[in-house]
């Protein structure tokens, strides 16, 4: 994945990271599930590793005792 390309690109319907026959609509899902249930979206890109790409889901919930 490109360095440029970030959470806003990633969120942003039909952005592409190439020419790839992909409808560019996937990030733009997760973002809308994580607004939906309070959640946060976090992309981090380091191509020195083994897999560069890691996508953090954070979501909230609460304990009823």
Do not use: Q
Not at 23 to 40: F, W
């Amino acid at each position: 994945m490109p360095m440029t390309y970030d959470t806003k690109r990633l969120t942003t319907r039909g952005e592409k990271t190439s020419d790839s026959v992909g409808t560019g609509i996937g990030g733009s899902d997760i973002k809308l599930l994580m607004d939906t249930y309070g959640g946060e979206l976090e992309l981090v890109n380091n191509p020195t590793e083994e897999f560069p790409v890691t996508y953090i889901l954070k979501f909230p919930f609460t304990i009823n005792e």
